[in-house]
């Protein structure tokens, strides 16, 4: 009876800034 | 009625849905794949008569009810963020510069962006000294930023060798001095790759990105040696030392597939099966050549991608695994929202050093004097092009705002758009279907993963 598997209530992980990841590129 | 931020996509055996706005990511079953389908408003009451011939009414009715949760919930039909503005600002700081170390190269691939290595000027080498006052330069701009990135890069760097040991001598010295941590990277082609050039790299823990386009019949085809004759012989011998003596890490093998290569996940199969467990390919950029990517050969090359998740899945559950830089995708714990909205960071946070100490947005666009920023002893000059590039977030690019993938692609890479375009704000149209369906695919993987409770190493560099 389920029809939906939800994976990730956000694929954007924990989206929401001080800049001392690594460059992408 | 507002129109529903969503995206829905099939990989394999497996129907996804994404929620946007959100982020939430769900795998679906055939009846929401059609109730989605079949209106504009999935959640209006006579849905069923769109599709009773295929389903139960009871079943259409129990799916809708799942959809309401997932949208009462925050998890589907989400409104867009209200994102703030970005400013100018007084100050932005460089934390990660790409040295030109050798205008130069003892190849002449084909395809070569940089013109065969002199990016179509006098070919030239990086002074020591132009190396050290880089390192004083992204010292001195780096604001409180504390990792620093230094990417040695050419033409081919190991040309000139002293330079980047020269570099990193006056790294090591700043870390002490400013509480700095710089961390290095190496783009190489591998010819003049030798014993104790292997040695130093290692003991530096200086990342490598090793050119190889996969097997001799590809990889001779473009990247040749000025008298023409392949190189793949002579190189995968000594890739191979220099991964192996690194225990396989810190490492890609960096492939790029063309016109004359489209079945690129044989490539890749070819890669992995010689040892090779880091792995990026990339189609070529270029539109007038006979080994140019046409927009008729998307289909063909969406359906490689999904080839190769088939392999990459297939190898995972066996033990076999191996890391394709562009499937890399964490969805739990993923890049926050600044690095998002920019990508790169070109221009901005990233720039290029010629050798001669000038200072570019990134290394692709050294090829247009236009966009000069200034040099490395007199700072930036052009503070208009770099608040162009400041303020250039996704949702000042041509089709971005609206786009399912845009906190995903970031709006893809400048340098290819302007190759292309003219224009860093209108992203190359072939690169841009490519990179959506990485997207899909990568998004396909983790949710596999999860659903067949898979161990995943994770990505890697």
Redesign the interface.
């Known amino acids: 009876k389920k029809h939906i598997d939800t994976i990730t209530i956000s694929a954007y992980g924990k989206m929401l800034g001080c800049g001392e990841c690594k460059t992408s590129c | 009625m507002r129109k529903l931020d969503i995206h829905k996509f099939k990989i394999k055996d497996v129907k996804l ?2 929620d946007v706005n ?8 055939d ?2 794949w059609d109730i989605l389908d079949c209106s504009s408003n999935p959640l209006e009451e006579n849905i069923f008569l769109y599709l009773k011939d295929r389903y139960e009414k009871s079943a259409i009715i ?2 809708q009810e ?2 309401i949760k ?1 949208k009462n919930k925050g ?1 589907l039909f989400t409104p867009p ?1 209200k994102f703030p503005t970005i400013h100018e600002v007084e100050f932005l ?1 460089v ?2 510069i790409c040295l030109h170390i050798s205008h130069d190269c003892n190849l002449r691939c084909r395809y070569c962006f940089a013109k065969t290595g002199g990016f179509g000027r006098k070919r030239s080498h990086m002074s020591l000294e132009v190396a050290k006052s880089a390192i004083d330069f992204i010292a001195d701009n780096s604001g409180s ?3 620093l ?1 230094i990417d040695f890069f050419g033409g081919e760097p190991l040309l000139n060798f002293d330079a980047v040991k020269s570099a990193i001598e006056r790294a090591k010295e700043i870390e002490h001095e400013k509480d700095k941590n710089f ?1 290095f990277t190496l783009t190489t082609n591998a010819v003049l790759l030798t014993d104790e050039i292997i040695d130093y790299l290692n003991e530096h823990n200086i990342s490598l990105i090793l050119s190889l386009d996969g097997p001799p019949e590809i990889n001779d085809l473009m990247r040749v040696k000025p008298d023409g004759s392949g190189t793949y012989y002579e190189v995968l011998p000594k890739i191979k030392k220099a991964i192996f003596s690194r225990e396989e890490k810190n490492y890609y093998i960096r492939g790029t597939y063309t016109k004359k290569s489209l079945n690129f996940s044989d490539t890749v199969i070819h890669l992995a099966d010689e040892g090779f467990k880091n792995i990026s390919l990339e189609p070529v950029v270029s539109s007038d050549k006979d080994y140019s990517i046409k927009k008729s050969d998307i289909p063909f090359l969406e359906r490689e991608y999904e080839k190769l998740v088939e392999i990459y899945m297939e190898r995972l559950k066996g033990g076999k695994t191996f890391n394709f830089f562009h499937f890399n ?12 909205l920019k ?3 070109a221009g901005t ?2 720039m290029a050093v010629t050798p001669k100490g000038e200072l570019y947005p990134c290394h692709q666009l050294v090829n247009y004097e236009d966009f000069l920023l200034g040099d490395i002893y007199n700072g930036i000059k052009r503070h208009d092009i770099r608040k162009t590039f400041h303020k250039t977030t996704i949702f000042e690019k041509e089709n971005c705002p609206d786009c399912w993938a845009r ?1 995903f692609c ?1 709006g893809g ?1 400048y340098g290819n758009a302007y190759s292309m375009n003219k224009d860093i704000r209108i992203p190359d149209e072939t690169g841009c279907a490519l990179q959506k369906k990485r997207i899909e695919c990568a ?1 396909a993987i ?2 596999m993963i ?2 067949d409770n898979i161990k995943w190493r994770g990505a890697f560099l």
């Open positions: 849905l994404l959100s982020g939430a990511l769900h795998i679906i079953d009846i929401i129990e799916g799942e959809l997932l998890l963020h700081p934390k990660a930023r504390r990792n990135e961390r995708m964490e969805i739990f714990r993923g890049p926050c929202l600044s690095r998002r990508g790169c960071g946070e990233y906190f970031s890479c998004l983790q949710a999860k659903r």
